[in-house]
């Protein structure tokens, strides 16, 4: 499909005998739309350097992959249904017509209530902080080993391929955030180096898992019992890491909102139930985990803020660049 067909099929569509007359959400590589009860989220045709959505039987599949993997971690997730067309309208479900799409399907939640938006409110309490804690470590407690190795020049192309928007940084944002980047190579060699053992000995330990992948506050609705949603389906490099690789993105996330007492509640809380810092070394690893996090996030903004058109969004993107890229340097200085 494409986006006028998601348009269409959000005004016009038919799901169950009625008109869906959902709102659409729009991601880099999906489209979410929104409807009363559900939510049907749909693969954009693209294919990029780490995913392949170019046919309708590879989305069909990664729809499936989709519902599979989150259902580890919440029950929202229904079905995977196709999208048909019939007479010039979209129907979605099963039934008579061409299939044209297909679309993972998932109850709706409250928007107020992801934790992203409850923050800016200041509406998380320490009691949903422990309840998200106990969520996720025991969902990795059931979470499938992974045994691949650490590799060494790897981790250091994954932190270092931030160097790329040094120079953009530099000229846009000021040589402050260029000097950052420039620092935090050289910073990142080190640490590696020193702790590669220790990286090793974690993934020998069981801490290396095929987790979620993308625990961040825009993927959490706060309930009674927190739910998390939305992990990576599409690369499974980006989904079997280090379970404090994982859960160092929500805490960096938290810090980011100027949460870091929510933040060391977390991880507390985490590790009491699934341990994952078992000696001192651990620590520095996870606050290295934050500042690769910090780091991710950064060169995403600059690349960003690198492909507007629109001057507002690209002054956006590079305020969010910075700001990650102070917190990157706090890391360091930890």
Not at 75 to 89: E, F, H, N, S
Not at 148 to 154: I, K, M
Request: proline content about 2%; glycine content about 4%.
């Amino acid at each position: 499909m494409k986006e006028d067909d998601v348009i269409l099929l959000a005004r016009e569509g038919v799901y169950k005998g009625k008109r869906l007359k959902g709102q659409i959400e729009e991601t880099h590589i999906s489209w979410v739309v929104l409807c009363t009860r559900v939510v049907f989220k749909i693969k954009k045709p693209i294919k990029l350097s780490f995913l392949d959505f170019s046919t309708l039987l590879k989305r069909k599949e990664m729809c499936y992959n989709e519902l599979r993997l989150n259902s580890r971690f919440t029950d929202i997730y229904q079905a995977v249904v196709p999208i048909r067309l019939i007479d010039a309208k979209f129907t979605v479900g099963f039934g008579n017509g061409k299939i044209v799409e297909y679309a993972v399907q998932s109850r709706r939640l409250d928007t107020a209530r992801r934790m992203d938006n409850a923050l800016k409110k200041n509406q998380v309490r320490p009691d949903d902080i422990r309840s998200l804690a106990k969520v996720v470590s025991m969902a990795h407690r059931n979470c499938p080993l992974v045994n691949t190795g650490f590799n060494l020049r790897e981790a250091r192309k994954l932190f270092n391929d931030i160097e790329q928007e040094s120079l953009y940084i530099s000229n846009n944002a000021g040589s402050l955030y260029g000097s950052i980047i420039r620092k935090s190579i050289h910073w990142n060699d080190l640490f590696l180096k020193k702790h590669q053992t220790r990286f090793r000995e974690r993934i020998t330990e069981g801490l290396k898992r095929d987790v979620h992948g993308d625990l961040h506050c825009g993927n959490i609705f706060i309930y009674r019992k927190p739910v998390v949603f939305d992990c990576i389906e599409f690369n499974e490099s980006f989904r079997q890491i280090d379970v404090l690789y994982e859960v160092a993105f929500l805490c960096m996330d938290l810090e980011a909102y100027r949460k870091s007492r929510l933040a060391k509640m977390f991880i507390s809380e985490y590790n009491r139930i699934f341990k994952c810092l078992s000696v001192p070394e651990d620590a520095r690893i996870f606050n290295y985990y934050k500042c690769l996090r910090a780091n991710v996030r950064a060169k995403v903004h600059a690349l960003g803020a690198r492909e507007s058109d629109n001057e507002a969004e690209r002054a956006a993107h590079l305020a969010e660049a910075k700001k990650y890229l102070l917190l990157m340097n706090r890391y360091m200085q930890t």
